[in-house]
């Protein structure tokens, strides 16, 4: 983390001439302050607000940076991880990013402000320069998605081999034209789940279809749409894969609106068994997240990290974390219909 001696070793300036610059002081003339807070900018100094206040203090506050909460994981992960952090006396922020590395980046600098004592983060598509720089300064726990420049602390799920064992369920079932719906290659989850699918194909003896799969955002709108787009292109499809659950909210409705009857008709396996998963019209199989225990390992290794780092800027050891999903089998998946309805 840069410091105000940093920035004053680098101008060969004072420490107390750099403190005035920064904070506008009057006795500091135009061109003084101008190239202090150019320098600390460039630098990535981020000014402590609440420096006089904490003096002498500890912080007792950590921070949580998801891409939204209305996906059902990272909400459920929000309430178990506070509540785990509450057990070790920290409090904890949660920050939204929208997946925007800028927005990512405000909101570390925030923390970092804050005097957090370290971050849990599922990072964004493209994180920037400066949130790698600030996110190498403290401890950070990387959640579910990775980003080797962010770190190596990491707790994460066997992406592969999830999705993997998804369609490997609806193959041993006897389906063959399989789709798969999941979001983009952009993100390290989004990259690993396609992999899995891929691979689920190539092992049961098919070519990869490259109508058979759909990628977009995490959202209902888009898995309506691509159910639409792969019913209309595939109508002998049997079998669907989707890899977000935000995603099968939209892929449902737009079978209902298609009139496809689940399983009759087109099995489904989710991913990331959420509640409404249990009961909906048809309840869903699906592969289930161990989230409490990821939670509590994620609370577990930030701690060490924090306590390990006592109070100086070290690099921190690389660890992961990785955990498998299970498949829970229910009612929306069977043999495909020897007489199967046109779908298109």
């Known amino acids: 983390m840069i410091t105000i001696k940093d920035i004053a070793d680098a101008l060969s300036m004072s420490h107390s001439t750099v403190s005035r610059a920064l904070n506008n002081h009057k006795a500091i003339n135009e061109q003084t302050r101008i190239k202090v807070q150019e320098t600390a900018a460039r630098m990535g100094y981020i000014p402590n607000s609440g420096a006089r206040m904490m003096r002498g203090l500890s912080s007792r506050l950590v921070g949580l940076i998801v891409p939204n909460v209305q996906n059902e994981f990272f909400s459920a992960l929000a309430r178990v991880l506070s509540n785990n952090c509450a057990l070790y006396g920290y409090s904890m922020m949660l920050g939204i990013s929208e997946d925007d590395p800028v927005r990512e980046q405000e909101q570390i600098e925030a923390l970092v402000q804050s005097r ?16 790698r720089r600030l996110l190498k300064a403290i401890p950070c726990v990387q959640l579910l998605r990775y980003e080797p420049q962010l770190g190596g602390l990491a707790v994460r799920v066997n992406e592969e081999r999830a999705i993997h064992t998804a369609t490997d369920h609806l193959a041993a079932q006897g389906h063959r034209q399989i789709g798969y719906i999941g979001t983009l290659e952009t993100t390290s989850t989004g990259a690993s789940r396609l992999a899995g699918f891929r691979a689920a194909c190539r092992d049961h003896g098919g070519e990869v279809d490259s109508a058979l799969i759909r990628l977009g955002p995490p959202s209902p709108e888009y898995g309506s749409q691509a159910v639409h787009e792969l019913l209309s292109m595939r109508p002998d499809l049997t079998g669907l894969v989707i890899g977000s659950p935000r995603q099968m909210s939209g892929a449902l409705l737009a079978l209902r609106e298609r009139g496809v009857a689940i399983p009759k008709q087109v099995s489904i396996v989710g991913y990331g068994d959420t509640e409404w998963f249990q009961v909906a019209t048809v309840p869903l199989t699906a592969m289930a997240l161990p989230v409490r225990d990821m939670s509590e390992q994620a609370t577990a290794l930030l701690f060490s990290a924090i306590g390990n780092q006592a109070g100086t800027t070290t690099s921190f050891p690389h660890k992961e974390l990785i955990f ?5 089998a229910r009612h929306s998946t069977a043999m495909p219909s020897v007489d199967i309805a046109v779908k298109s």
């Open 324 to 328: 498998e999903a299970t498949l829970v």
């Open 116 to 131: 957090a004592l370290g971050v849990m983060i599922a990072p964004s598509e493209r994180s920037t320069v400066a949130t």
